[in-house]
């Protein structure tokens, strides 16, 4: 481990040495773990502040085509035979993305702790181990599942997932791991305290999913098992159907290297992240980054031709991924509301955002694929994220649709 002066030597390489101000006032343990922090801290991070109003520039982008909910309802039978086929020989695994902060819905717990029941206990982890269940009896074979979570909330999650006896799932095919953090600055780029030994960092992003996954050492487990396909997708969406037969089906015989599940968009300027080819490649344009031409263009039939909207339901290929772990993905910076510790040592709670957090996501792993099938789901079947209290894509509306969809509640 670094001792104090190697991180003070460190730290001013990077004009950083503020982290150490309190150092003297801590005790023995606290002094180890900062050092502990220091070391671990991936200062390159930090160097993003100075291209955050200078988003790297993106290529030239063309609308993609869809199979769409009809091609599929007419291919149903054969997508399912290959989909199913390739569960029962083991092929297929999920990972589920759960180590968010969920800031939005404003649930102190990891939010696939938060009850959306309403007369009856229906957490969302619950919700979507209901929905993989399907599956399991369907194939009748379990699905590897691994879910990851972050040091900020992993201790809860695993032992929620343990009080609840995994809602019926069997634990042997259950594995969690812990993403990495990334630490979060002011607009200048100096790394806050979060407390005098704490440094402020936040989960990096859902884009390291798979190198956390292979540092867990659980890539291991995965060939062991034989998993070629993976379908990666969030927690906050109640409708998400995992291990979709049909979806995987559809990708494997089309030939395709990755899928995404996608919605047609409810209005051009619907705020969505659209599926389309970037320099010829898959990529996903965020709604901010398309022009007015853009949003309103429409194929010969009338519909949107930048039509498809991403929802986080992902398969990747595994030896792809494999080849891809040590490419680094573009590093969003983002605006955010970071409580703090100041130089005085007040803790500091702004109602304002004061800085940034680093991230990286999966989105962007799209375009590293040679191929990824867009394939269309309908909304309202499964669709129901959960990021706000109420309003849009929140508690209430996701009630509504899980109600339609005849969960009970
Ligand atoms: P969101 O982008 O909705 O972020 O995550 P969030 O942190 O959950 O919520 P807000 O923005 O603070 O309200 C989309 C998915 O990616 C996961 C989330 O758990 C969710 O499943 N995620 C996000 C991670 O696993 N790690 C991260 O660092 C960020």
Redesign the pocket.
């Known amino acids: 481990m670094l001792d104090f002066n190697e991180a003070k030597s460190r730290l001013a390489e990077y004009g950083q040495e503020h982290l150490l101000r309190f150092y003297n006032e801590l005790a023995p343990d606290e002094q180890a773990s900062l050092l502990r922090q220091i070391e671990e801290i991936d200062f390159s991070v930090v160097e993003a502040v100075k291209s955050a109003d200078s988003p790297a520039p993106r290529g030239t982008f063309a609308p993609i085509g869809a199979v769409t909910v009809g091609d599929i309802a007419a291919n149903s039978d054969s997508y399912r035979k290959t989909g199913i086929e390739a569960i029962q020989a083991g092929k297929a695994a999920a990972v589920l993305?759960?180590?968010?902060?969920?800031?939005?819905?404003g649930f102190d717990k990891p939010?696939g702790m938060f009850n959306i029941g309403v007369s009856k206990d229906l957490f969302i982890f619950e919700c979507l181990i209901n929905n993989l269940m399907k599956v399991v009896r369907e194939a009748g074979c379990w699905v590897p599942l691994y879910i990851?979570t972050?040091e900020k909330n992993n201790e809860d999650t695993t032992s929620f997932f343990e009080e609840k006896n995994y809602f019926g799932y069997n634990k042997d095919y259950v594995k969690f791991f812990v993403?990495s953090m990334a630490p979060s600055t002011d607009f200048d780029g100096k790394i806050y305290m979060e407390s005098k030994s704490r440094i402020s960092s936040?989960?990096?992003?859902?884009g390291g999913?798979f190198s956390s996954l292979v540092r867990a050492g659980l890539l291991d487990d995965i060939r062991k098992k034989g998993v070629e396909w993976i379908n990666i997708f969030?927690?906050?969406n109640v409708l998400q159907q995992i291990a979709d037969p049909l979806f995987i089906g559809a990708v494997i015989s089309t030939g395709s290297q990755s899928g995404s599940k996608v919605v047609s968009k409810a209005a051009p300027e619907e705020k969505v992240g659209v599926l389309c080819l970037e320099d010829g490649k898959p990529s996903i344009v965020e709604y901010y980054e398309m022009t007015d031409k853009m949003l309103n263009l429409r194929n010969e039939d009338g519909s949107l031709a930048y039509n498809y909207g991403v929802i986080?339901n992902y398969l990747f290929n595994v030896d792809k991924l494999v080849e891809i772990v040590d490419r680094n993905l573009p590093l969003h910076v983002v605006k955010k509301k970071i409580p703090y510790m100041d130089e005085n040592g007040n803790s500091i709670s702004p109602t304002e955002p004061n800085g940034y957090k680093f991230?990286t996501l999966v989105l962007d792993m799209v375009h590293m694929q040679d191929s990824c099938l867009p394939y269309e789901v309908v909304r309202s079947k499964e669709f129901a994220p959960v990021?706000n209290a109420t309003g849009v894509d929140s508690v209430d509306s996701a009630r509504e649709l899980l109600k339609e969809n005849g969960v009970e509640l």
Request: without cysteine; proline residues 4%.
């Open positions: 993305l759960a180590g968010g902060q969920g800031t939005r819905l939010k990851m972050s993403q936040s989960p990096n992003g859902n999913w969030a927690v906050d986080l991230e990021k």
